[in-house]
């Protein structure tokens, strides 16, 4: 890039060639330090794409897994429906039907009556019996 005006006339060509050397080096040496800046923001720019990968695939594997878990929401759903069913055709039969009676009976010397023993301060033994 050569201009044809020097852009300081009193120099000698050669010391001119020289500024203009210094002007190129000084411009490619901040166009290296861009191009730095500029790869090191896109490896970053990589690293987070790559995040941002890995989160897909964690929510694709979630997505994955709905069907699964509807299917066992409908089992269940399912299981509660037949217990209803099931439920309601006890409780007709059950309306039909007396209920059965649970009777408690005395066995090995026990008797209708509940009885305590206490003791008195003379060592003898007084039973209360209770109805």
């Not at 929510?59 to 759903?77: D, E, T």
């Not at 409780?91 to 009777?103: N, S």
Request: no cysteine; glycine share 6%.
């Amino acid at each position: 890039m050569s201009s044809s005006r020097p852009s300081h006339p009193n120099l000698p060509p050669s010391l001119q060639i020289l500024y203009q050397k210094q002007q190129e080096y000084a411009g490619l040496q901040a166009l290296r330090e861009a191009s730095a800046e500029m790869v090191t923001r896109v490896e970053k720019l990589a690293e987070m794409s790559n995040i941002m990968a890995d989160g897909g695939e964690a929510a694709g594997g979630v997505l994955r897994n709905w069907p699964h878990v509807f299917s066992i929401l409908n089992l269940f759903a399912q299981q509660q429906s037949e217990r209803s069913d099931t439920s309601m055709q006890e409780d007709e039969q059950e309306e039909q039907e007396p209920l059965p009676v649970l009777v408690r009976l005395p066995y090995g010397g026990e008797t209708a009556t509940s009885s305590t023993s206490t003791s008195n301060k003379d060592g003898t033994h007084q039973q209360d019996t209770t109805r």
